[in-house]
């Protein structure tokens, strides 16, 4: 039996042995915070420096090479809707960054391994930089529609070989020849078939074998302003010019990401031809083919119907011939 | 007075106590050295951004040089930037300049004077500045002259 004083030393030991444990706790649940928050913190650090490589990559045009992204241990990286880029692990959504007025077209990225391209949009002025990131593994097969609509199949098929000709991508992309299933059915490429048209720009829907239709004007598949319309299966159609907006079509799997992208190259050319009028003041000919760019383009972007295309793509190619003879003439250039 | 047993768990307390105190000051050391590693690396993105944002302005096609639709590496239109100031809407440049002040001066030769505000968006209330100038070459379509000038932007955060 303990005497009197000694009798206090389990309990000491025990009140020790509680506050240590607490203590303990304490210290082992502030570690742990410190350490999600820390991985936040290089998550969101990881989003803004896949940006800042893409930003920086924008302002190169033609501009193609092989990156290595620094995502690490199965982050997947996407473009929504709003032109956010963001980063997943799973489900769970790591950080997301605006990507404000810059450009990118690509499908879901699921490996560090990509391929970047840089290529100019002019219409007929240079209006912004397109950049189209895709991964080393994706397939992208370009086809002529079965109905090639308003161009013989051969004509067709010269066109999108061309088309082709100028995507570096060489090994990702190639033209018809097998029999392939959709993506959206579970194959392994993505189809994108081509169909050329007079005056009828409808897209066939689900009588076409393909995740995404390009149905373009056929007086205008030797300019560089070609016009018509991507349709992404089972979605309103959206309305493009150029060809650098047709490789966008074939390089993004979202179609609400390729609208958004769309929308916003338009919304920059319109502030482009505000800003040339105030630029050509002083000269009354090339201001008014500015102006007339500017009426063309005055519709809402959704409501832009095959006509209002042709407006758009007549404004182009008169403002582009009096810009001609403006340099001819005087040896300088506006744009 | 205490008693032996009172005497040892006070002692107990204060030895418990003096631990909490210095392992306290430890971790509040790391917690302010781990914030100061995080702040330079924000400080570093940021200051990376801002760079990124000059490099985007001298090959933007609001503001930059081009013939023939090839733009010209660090070169500025005066005559774009009049026009860009002009501008009654500048809502969708917004987003793109975000929250900063942009300017650009003639510095050479001494006889050309030239000051322009292009973008006017700084923020009252803001932790950091970041102000970075970098040599320009400045173009008159008007007579084709060049000229140097100082491209100012101060981003706000």
Known sequence: MFKKGVSGMPFVWIFIGIVGAMFLLFFIKLAFDLRNTSQDLNDKIMVLKVKDILVGASSSPGYFTKLSLPLVDGRILNFSGDNYLQIYKGDKLLGRVNMENNIIFSPIIENNNVLLW????????????????????????????????????????????????????????????????????????????FRASSGDLNCRGSSSNSDVE???????????????????????????????????????DEYATFKTLSELSFERLKNLVDLYIERTEDNEILQKSFEDLKKA??????????????????????????????????????? | MFIKGQLRISESMIVLFVVFILFLFAFGFY???????????????????????????????????????????????????????????????????????????????????????????????????????????????????????????????
């Open chain 1, 118 to 193: 840089v290529d100019r949009w002019n219409v007929p002025f240079y209006a912004s930089n397109f950049v189209f990131l895709i991964t080393e593994d994706k397939k992208y097969n370009l086809r002529s529609s079965t109905i090639t609509g308003d161009l013989g199949f051969r004509e067709l098929d010269g066109f999108i070989k061309k088309l082709k000709d100028k995507i570096p991508f060489e090994e990702n992309v190639e033209v018809g020849g097998r029999t392939y299933t959709p993506l959206r059915s579970g194959g392994d490429d993505k189809i994108i078939m």
């Open chain 2, 31 to 157: 917690i302010k050295e781990l914030k100061s590693g995080i702040s330079d690396k924000l400080n570093e993105e940021r200051d990376f951004s801002n760079l990124l944002l000059i490099n985007s302005l001298m090959t933007s096609p609001e503001l930059g040089c081009s013939k023939d639709t090839v733009v010209e590496i660090g070169c500025l239109d005066m005559k774009k930037i009049d026009a860009f100031i002009k501008l009654s809407d500048k809502e969708f440049y917004k987003e793109v300049f975000g929250e900063s002040v942009i300017s650009v001066s003639g510095i050479y030769p001494d006889s050309f004077s030239y000051d322009r505000e292009i973008y006017d968006n700084a923020m009252d209330d803001y932790d950091l500045k970041i102000v970075r100038e970098i040599p320009v070459s400045l173009y008159n379509p008007d007579n084709n002259g060049y000229f140097i000038g100082l491209l100012k932007v101060e981003v706000y955060a």
């Open chain 1, 214 to 252: 390009v149905i373009f004007e056929k007086e205008t598949m030797d300019s560089d302003y070609i016009y018509g319309y991507v349709c992404y299966w089972d979605k309103e159609r959206v309305p493009f010019i150029g060809k650098q907006m047709i490789y966008g079509a074939i390089f993004t």
């Open chain 1, 297 to 335: 383009l005055d519709k809402d972007f959704e409501d832009l119907s095959d006509s209002d295309l042709k407006k758009i793509y007549d404004a182009i190619e008169q403002l582009n011939h009096i810009h001609y003879l403006f340099v001819n003439e005087r040896g300088r250039y506006v744009y």
